[in-house]
């Protein structure tokens, strides 16, 4: 991969990846702030700013005006919250790059806030919430974080509170994007047919009339709290399991061993978890595994939705597998395969405009830097069966298992004998 970087002088960066075969362009603007950055009171914030840039500004005083902007040049727009980060991109044809970063940086920089806007959108964001009340596997996602992460930010639904969001009014939002939308912590990432030159001077406006700034500071995690269980009752057709464990932070030594590890474990159809628990066993028809990294912490998470009736039994084999990861060394073949097939992932994932943007964009915002495909894959690829032990037997321990139930179940206490919970 060939990227370029300009640093500007208020501290904004621009990074492009040239596909000169590409008829479109993908850009992203990547904000260095999100749920993690709140304070009690400001949870949901980052995300309520997420969809205020989207209602109107100065020159599109709409929704409708942003949209047809870009769609009217066959293009999209979309956005993202997360913990870290806040990303906001647009895709469209190679002719129209002008059009895609000048709506973008029109909503970062002159969005209204109006406080009809403010106030109907505040509706919208209470009903998200609410819906994620009422989607199991929503659910189950929420209540594993609240678990893993207790009395931290890093624990809270990205969208906030209902009784957060109630409070969040035009002055508080402003106040937070005021300190937090600063150009240190923004970089604007482009890929497919772009010039570097070009986009770099259609940014020129912005550089002049945005001021230099720090933005805040997140709050450290806390030791890892013990294992624990949490059931959650809702008459469903299926419960829904989630158990996971803490592991290292995205700069971590570990990380490329963990990400093996996650590919073993349940990162496709032919993973462990797919093999053992949807096909041997016939107790789920959807079971994966993920992680999560974050700037300092991460974390390991295993999914099942089974039949209520056979809980204890899937518990059994979704332990089992995490345990056979540390307790017995993955077989050489096995490794290779994964590592092949971690490698094939990536690259047919780069053939995308969007991925090449987001590959550069995500990591000068969160690291300072951008590794290439290739390094991380030579990086990958370097990755022992003794290393990918290591990191199970350091992450995987039984006193460190989180785990989240959401269905048809009225208490822990049949599922704590499984754990190690008192």
């Given at each position: 991969m060939n990227f370029e970087i300009t640093s500007f002088d208020n501290g904004l960066q621009l990074v492009t990846v040239p596909m000169p075969h590409s008829y479109s362009v993908s850009m992203g603007i990547y904000?260095?702030?999100?749920?993690?950055?709140?304070?009690?009171?400001?949870?949901?914030?980052?995300?309520?700013?997420?969809?205020?840039?989207?209602?109107?500004?100065?020159?599109?005083?709409?929704?409708?005006?942003?949209?047809?902007?870009?769609?009217?040049?066959?293009?999209?727009?979309?956005?993202?919250?997360?913990?870290?980060?806040?990303?906001?991109?647009?895709?469209?044809?190679?002719?129209?790059?002008?059009?895609?970063i000048d709506v973008l940086l029109d909503m970062l920089r002159h969005s209204r806030f109006d406080e009809p806007d403010v106030d109907r959108e505040r509706q919208v964001i209470t009903e998200e919430i609410a819906q994620s009340q009422d989607v199991p596997e929503d659910l189950v996602f929420l209540q594993f974080q609240e678990l893993l992460w207790p009395d931290h930010p890093l624990g809270q639904d990205i969208a906030g509170t209902r009784n957060s969001v109630a409070h969040l009014d035009r002055d508080h939002l402003l106040d937070?994007?005021?300190?937090?939308?600063?150009?240190s912590r923004t970089v604007i990432a482009a890929a497919g047919a772009v010039d570097h030159g070009e986009l770099s001077a259609l940014l020129a406006p912005v550089v002049g009339s945005w001021p230099a700034g720090d933005g805040p500071a997140f709050e450290p995690v806390a030791p890892r709290p013990d294992a624990a269980i949490r059931v959650k009752h809702r008459p469903?057709?299926?419960?829904?399991?989630?158990?996971?464990v803490r592991t290292g932070g995205r700069n971590s030594e570990d990380r490329y061993a963990l990400a093996l590890l996650n590919s073993l474990l349940g990162d496709g159809m032919s993973s462990r978890l797919f093999t053992r628990i949807r096909e041997d066993l016939g107790l789920a028809y959807s079971t994966y595994s993920f992680i999560s990294n974050y700037a300092e912490a991460g974390q390991l998470g295993i999914y099942a939705a089974i039949d209520p009736r056979r809980t204890e039994e899937a518990l059994d084999a979704l332990l089992g597998e995490l345990r056979r990861l540390r307790d017995e060394p993955v077989a050489e073949e096995e490794l290779a395969f994964c590592k092949a097939y971690a490698h094939g992932r990536t690259l047919l994932r780069l053939e995308d405009t969007g991925a090449n943007a987001g590959w550069v964009g995500t990591q000068l915002a969160l690291n300072g830097e951008v590794k290439t495909p290739e390094e991380q894959l030579a990086a990958l690829h370097a990755v022992s069966i003794e290393e990918v032990q290591r990191v199970a037997q350091r992450y995987i321990t039984d006193d460190a298992l989180t785990l989240s139930v959401v269905g048809p179940l009225d208490e822990a206490q049949c599922l704590a004998a499984h754990l190690a919970v008192e």
């Open positions: 904000i260095t702030v999100g749920s993690r950055f709140e304070r009690p009171e400001q949870s949901g914030a980052a995300h309520f700013i997420e969809h205020m840039l989207f209602k109107g500004t100065t020159r599109r005083p709409t929704a409708r005006d942003i949209a047809l902007s870009v769609e009217a040049v066959g293009g999209d727009i979309n956005a993202s919250t997360g913990r870290e980060w806040t990303t906001y991109y647009t895709r469209v044809s190679r002719d129209h790059l002008h059009i895609g937070f994007m005021g300190k937090s939308y600063v150009p469903s057709e299926q419960t829904h399991l989630l158990l996971g």
